[in-house]
C-alpha cells in the first residue's frame, strides 16, 4: 500500500471514529483524492491532494523525501470535530479558512 494509500485511510478512519465516513455503493467514501471537478459530494468531506515534495540530500544522493498534502475539511458545520482530528497528526499544521457557498473550508498541511 503507498503512502498515500496510508494516508486515505487514516483520513477515513477520522470519519469513521466521529461516525461520519459515508461508504457508496461504488466503494468509495466522502475522503476525496483530487476529484475532479463536478464530483457530487455529501458533506463533511474530506478534500486532499499532494501539494508539494521535500527531499534531503546527503553526499550528492536522495536522503529522504516527504510529500505535503493539503487537506481540506469541508463541513456544514463551523465548529465541526473533525479540525482537531486533523490537527492530532503528527506534522500537520492548520493553514486557513473560508467559507463557499455556505459550506465551511479549512485547509491544513500534513506531511505524510
Keep these: 500500500m503507498s503512502r498515500r494509500e496510508q494516508l486515505q485511510k487514516i483520513l477515513e478512519n477520522i470519519l469513521s471514529e466521529l461516525d461520519l465516513l459515508i461508504e457508496y455503493e461504488d466503494d468509495s467514501t466522502n475522503v476525496h ?3 475532479p471537478s463536478g ?3 455529501e458533506y ?3 478534500v486532499y491532494s499532494r ?3 521535500e527531499t534531503d540530500h546527503a553526499n550528492d544522493e536522495l536522503y529522504q523525501a516527504r510529500a505535503r498534502y493539503t487537506v481540506i475539511v469541508i463541513d456544514p458545520d463551523p465548529d465541526s470535530e ?3 482530528k ?3 497528526l503528527p506534522l500537520s499544521s ?3 479558512h473560508y467559507t463557499s457557498e455556505n459550506l465551511n473550508h479549512d ?3 500534513v506531511y505524510y
Design 51 to 53: 501539494s508539494k515534495l
Design 39 to 41: 464530483t457530487e459530494m
Design 44 to 46: 463533511p468531506a474530506i
Design 82 to 84: 473533525i479540525l482537531e
Design 86 to 88: 486533523i490537527l492530532q
Design 33 to 35: 483524492f483530487q476529484p
Design 94 to 96: 492548520f493553514d486557513r
Design 107 to 109: 485547509a491544513f498541511s
